[in-house]
């Protein structure tokens, strides 16, 4: 069974600060996204990381694909009020089954 | 852009009823999934389709089935409703290409079961 774990599951800091969040796995995934989830809403795409040892920026996001393609990590600068929110990272192994980690819960106070 | 649609948003149940989700997925993608999410936990994969046709499935009880129609709409079947069926229940699509598959979620539909 694949599994992804995700790390910490909550995180309360603030504003200004920075943090980073693991996703972890044993299995190989083609690739891996990451989304943000709002109370009550779907999750919402962030970025896709297909390519060991990758990594992309989305403003003040950084998003790395291990070298291996076993794991991956969000890192956030001068972190904001607005970034408060679920953060899920998803593994996709070729299959027509998306699996998701249990979440990182992020509280950023102003 | 037209996204993925979830219908109905809200659903109240008994115990012991039945429920139909339904979903709209983006036009021309191929792939539709079902997910559960239980309150505080991560989206559970209930089952996929490809092509109308059944391609993966996972923790879905007995009691639920989904189907994927010509129109490739589809709809998720719930009978014999407990009370941890509560849930946010997801639709996502997605157009396989190679390199990834990125899911596009819709809003959700909340069922509750008193």
């Known amino acids: 069974t694949q599994l992804l774990e995700q790390s910490p599951q909550f995180l309360s800091i603030q504003e200004g600060e920075n943090l980073t969040v693991y996703c972890n796995s044993s299995s190989v995934f083609s690739s891996l996204q990451w989304y943000r989830q709002e109370p009550g809403e779907g999750p919402v795409l962030l970025v896709t990381?297909?390519?060991?040892?990758e990594v992309k920026k989305l403003k003040r996001l950084t998003f790395q694909f291990g070298d291996a393609r076993k794991d991956s990590s969000l890192h956030i600068t001068a972190a904001q009020p607005g970034d408060t929110g679920l953060y899920l990272c998803a593994g996709d192994s070729g299959g027509f089954k998306t699996i998701f980690g249990a979440g990182t819960r992020l509280f950023v106070k102003a | 852009a037209a996204g993925v649609i979830q219908s109905p948003r809200h659903l109240i149940k008994e115990k012991r009823e039945t429920a139909t989700l339904k979903c709209y997925p983006i036009?021309?993608?191929?792939?539709v999934y079902w997910y559960q999410q239980g309150p505080g936990q991560d989206p559970q994969f209930l089952i996929s389709f490809y092509e109308k046709m059944q391609s993966d499935k996972g923790s879905i009880p007995d009691r639920f089935s989904a189907q994927q129609f010509s129109d490739y709409h589809s709809e998720l079947n719930m009978s014999s409703l407990e009370l941890g069926d509560s849930a946010l229940y997801f639709c996502a699509s997605s157009l396989r290409v190679s390199g990834a598959n990125v899911l596009t979620f819709g809003a959700g539909s909340r069922l509750t079961v008193l």
């Open positions: 990381v297909v390519t060991g040892g």
């Open positions: 036009p021309r993608h191929d792939t």
